[in-house]
């Protein structure tokens, strides 16, 4: 079973950046591919962002991600990033760190981190 931990969210005002981490454990993570979601107050989950952990570093995004939003991993050090830029309101959210076999398909889910966007 493979365990995600995030860690980075907190309170940023509009405009501003956050980076989030994920660090990666247990269980054979290689075979996965690594993933963010967001699940904003009052609605479900939804997908952010993925990257492909082993045999190269293709990422993918959502619309409201493409642009704003980039995916990295560092395989030495088992964790996978997500950098937000230009940030608003409508980013506030939980946000979850996934191992998705494949993407878009998550198969572990980290405990998630809270972004709040707010002047």
């Known amino acids: 079973q493979v365990q995600l931990v995030e860690s980075g969210g907190g309170l940023v005002q509009p405009g501003g950046s956050l980076r989030l981490s994920c660090v990666i454990s247990?269980?054979?993570?290689?075979?996965?591919?690594m993933g963010w979601y967001r699940q904003a107050p009052g609605s479900g989950r939804e997908f952010v962002a993925a990257?492909?952990?082993?045999?190269?570093?293709?990422?993918y995004y959502a619309d409201s991600a493409k642009g704003r939003f980039t995916i990295s991993k560092d395989n030495a050090k088992n964790t996978v990033y997500l950098h937000m830029n230009s940030l608003t309101p409508e980013d506030t959210a939980i946000y979850y760190c996934?191992?998705?076999?494949?993407?878009?398909?998550?198969?572990?889910w980290g405990q998630g981190t809270q972004v709040t966007v707010s002047s």
């Open positions: 990257i492909n952990w082993s045999g190269g570093s293709t990422t």
């Open positions: 996934t191992a998705d076999s494949p993407v878009g398909r998550p198969d572990s």
């Open positions: 247990g269980g054979t993570f290689s075979a996965y591919d």
